[in-house]
């Protein structure tokens, strides 16, 4: 391909890809997202009080502190609603603010690692409104330019796999988190890509790793050890698995700063973990009963919860959906999401390489081990507490490696475009189903298109928002499973 050809494509794909971030972005509120009120005040606090946060008292054993912010905040999650009243709108966020004193909350005081709010804190102001969306799409820039970092880093089937395992697990939760403030963001970016660096790194055929791996494999560890304490786990457990093949197969890595930077990061990911309360306040017992009988409960509902990331309906007492639980995806959308992935996974799933082999047989023990234990040691049945967005790195991870050796065979373009033409579609059923549960109310007659309860105070219509996010998501995944996979071309790393 012509290099004038390249540099176009690396230039359009930023913009289209923003384009498409921006849809989901501003397809809600501020305080849609689940917990997001916590993550606003944690955003607004991380550098300590100003006019807008307040401190109340010290911090807690919990990892939390009170604070109080301006009247202003007391708007975000009015539109909340309980399960049962799903046609609600969020013509709450429009009506005068009425409170007089400032807002309490909570925010982040080591229940986090707080690298996410300390960023974010950059591009907070006193209009809210304005800081969310770029904040939100800051967050959403950080998964382009790991797009385009892993282009010119990994070989081309890594990239094509870990591409392929990001994108068939992003409708609905996941670019509902990607485009969210929440910390889950950064995991899933970092966690997504962070396995597809090492995988590379360690190559049997990797002699003379490309310095680009060392920074990637940097660059997704810092936003994952810097969002969530589980994020550190997933890092370690990854670490760990690949530190036991390379012991098992006697594989000796004649470049030891391969090992010294990895073992970094795992004493790094480990003493994070340590210091964060997170896990330490999630496990504290709500329940007495720890037995088996709680144990095989949840086992037995956990595969709900990994429907529940395609917007598959959880257990009856709080079933899943986008927000805060409170949206409920459409059920044509988890029945073409799992199409894809049985499609994926009969077209390309080829297990050659005796890394991949171990990998794929270890990892579905502790994507099931770690929720599970977390649960037991809490003394909880899974409900509000698991979410599905808690599962998904290593979810990706498991089909990324799972996809790695696919075999490029003549119907390899016809079955990526059928993912993608699958992946449009209930990409745009999603998004158009998030936009009118804030603008009318999901019960409403009335449509997107027609007068709404709530939107931005912007010239950009939701209908136009519409249409640029369900146009734009096609044309995103043709530049990378087709332009950029064309013209990738394998470096030293992979010969």
């Not at 591009?123 to 282009?151: G, H, P």
């Not at 006697?250 to 970094?264: C, E, M, W």
């Not at 990994?306 to 995806?329: K, M, Q, V």
């Not at 007068?451 to 734009?472: E, F, K, L, Q, R």
């Amino acid at each position: 391909m012509r290099k004038d050809n390249k540099k176009l494509t690396l230039i359009v794909l930023p913009l289209i890809s923003t384009l498409f971030g921006l849809s989901w972005a501003i397809s809600s509120p501020p305080g849609s997202a689940s917990d997001e009120i916590y993550h606003l005040g944690s955003v607004w606090c991380a550098w300590g009080e100003n006019e807008i946060c307040k401190f109340d008292g010290d911090p807690q054993e919990t990892g939390r502190r009170n604070i109080t912010l301006t009247p202003e905040f007391s708007k975000a999650g009015c539109f909340r609603s309980d399960i049962d009243k799903q046609s609600k709108s969020a013509e709450c966020y429009m009506e005068k603010i009425v409170h007089t004193d400032r807002f309490a909350w909570e925010m982040n005081s080591g229940n986090y690692p707080g690298l996410t709010y300390t960023v974010l804190r950059t591009f907070a102001t006193n209009n809210i409104d304005l800081s969310v969306i770029i904040m939100r799409v800051f967050n959403y820039s950080l998964f382009t330019i790991s797009i385009i970092l892993a282009f010119y880093s990994l070989r081309r089937k890594t990239f094509y796999a870990s591409m392929l395992s990001i994108f068939i697990t992003s409708i609905p939760v996941s670019i509902f988190f990607l485009t969210s403030i929440n910390p889950n963001s950064w995991t899933i970016i970092g966690i997504g890509l962070y396995w597809a660096f090492l995988w590379d790194l360690f190559s049997a055929n990797s002699t003379k790793p490309s310095k680009r791996l060392y920074l990637g494999l940097v660059f997704s560890s810092i936003l994952s050890i810097g969002s969530r304490s589980d994020a550190s786990i997933y890092i370690l457990v990854l670490n760990i698995i690949l530190f036991v093949y390379l012991f098992m197969t006697r594989v000796l890595v004649k470049n030891r700063l391969r090992l010294i930077l990895v073992t970094l990061i795992s004493v790094w990911a480990f003493l994070q973990f340590l210091y964060n309360t997170q896990f330490e306040a999630e496990s504290k017992s709500v329940n007495s009963e720890r037995g088996l009988s709680l144990f095989i409960q949840n086992f037995r509902e956990l595969p709900a919860y990994y429907l529940g990331l395609f917007g598959g309906r959880g257990p009856e007492e709080w079933p899943f959906g986008l927000g805060w639980f409170d949206t409920p995806i459409p059920s044509v959308v988890p029945v073409l999401a799992g199409l894809n992935i049985l499609l994926a996974g009969i077209a390309f799933v080829r297990l050659k390489d005796s890394m991949q082999k171990f990998h794929v047989a270890i990892l579905p023990f502790f994507m099931i081990l770690i929720p599970l234990t977390i649960l037991q040691l809490r003394g909880s049945n899974a409900m509000y507490f698991l979410q599905p967005r808690y599962l998904l790195p290593l979810l990706i991870v498991f089909f990324g490696i799972l996809l790695i050796d696919f075999n490029k065979s003549k119907y390899f373009n016809a079955v990526t475009g059928i993912i993608i033409v699958i992946l449009s579609i209930i990409n745009a059923i999603s998004l158009h189903t998030n936009i009118k549960r804030y603008t009318v109310g999901l019960n409403s007659e009335k449509s997107i298109f027609q007068s709404v309860d709530w939107w931005w105070d912007i010239p950009y219509s939701p209908s136009m928002n519409w249409i640029v996010g369900t146009v734009t998501f096609p044309i995103l995944l043709s530049l990378i499973f087709f332009k950029l996979f064309n013209m990738k071309l394998d470096t030293k790393v992979s010969q």
